[in-house]
């Protein structure tokens, strides 16, 4: 099954403990990004991957690290996490820059105490 | 990307067509309309992008004037089931995909039985 999955699904930790959330999809896309959502604000990109070793910052990068080693991964990294990134987040990919069909994982809901 | 304006909220009743208009004054010549929907604590799912005129799939239809200053996503017979909020995006196809993508408040859209 096409899927993008997210690890863990729920996260509580404390502040300035660093973290990873896990993003892999399984349809070799090129393209994958993150976004957070909070109420109010809708979903704002974080950052984004075109390809292996290439990122890029979207609307809200302050906070959080990416790498992409592979292209099935994409893993978001808070170095020092802060109670202002407590959210929503959601790991999204899609086939190419060419296309806004993008397909997106369960979410990853963060409280950062 | 250009800017996006939907109503915030429309309600109906099971049964009836809605149609949710989204404006796009500055949209440029490279940009296509794509539409979203989003269920609670899930990620948004894609349901229909069109360039011009009318595009249609199994779940909805997506109608663009001429001038392409809007967009209206309808959707036949609702049900309770799509009860969910509702994103307009433009953007440009053929970009170097280093803009980032931006979804806007959306539309909530409540159906009544």
């Known amino acids: 099954e096409a899927q993008v999955t997210q690890n863990p699904r729920y996260l509580i930790t404390v502040t300035g403990k660093k973290l990873t959330v896990t993003c892999s999809q399984n349809?070799?896309?090129?393209?994958m990004s993150w976004y957070r959502q909070d109420p109010g604000l809708g979903l704002r990109q974080i950052y984004y991957?075109?390809?292996?070793?290439?990122?890029d910052k979207g609307d809200v990068p302050e906070g959080y690290k990416v790498s992409r080693k592979e292209k099935r991964n994409f893993p978001l990294i808070l170095e020092s996490p802060s109670p202002n990134q407590t959210s929503l987040y959601f790991c999204?990919?899609?086939?190419?820059?060419?296309?806004?069909?993008?397909?997106f994982g369960p979410g990853t809901r963060l409280t950062v105490t | 990307l250009a800017k996006t304006t939907q109503p915030i909220s429309m309600d109906s009743y099971e049964g009836q067509e809605v149609n949710i208009t989204c404006s796009h004054n500055?949209?440029?010549?490279?940009?296509?309309i794509t539409w979203y929907q989003q269920f609670p604590s899930q990620g948004p799912r894609f349901i229909i992008q069109?360039?011009?005129t009318k595009v249609t799939n199994e779940v909805a239809s997506l109608f663009i004037p001429a001038d392409r200053k809007s967009s209206t996503l309808s959707l036949p017979r609702v049900s309770l089931s799509d009860t969910a909020v509702y994103y307009c995006l433009v953007g440009d196809m053929l970009d170097t995909g280093r803009r980032a993508l931006t979804f806007g408040s959306g539309t909530r859209l409540q159906v009544q039985p």
């Open positions: 500055n949209i440029a010549t490279n940009d296509y």
């Open positions: 991957s075109m390809n292996v070793e290439v990122t």
């Open positions: 069109g360039y011009k």
């Open positions: 349809m070799n896309h090129e393209y």
């Open positions: 999204a990919s899609r086939i190419t820059r060419q296309s806004y069909e993008q397909y």
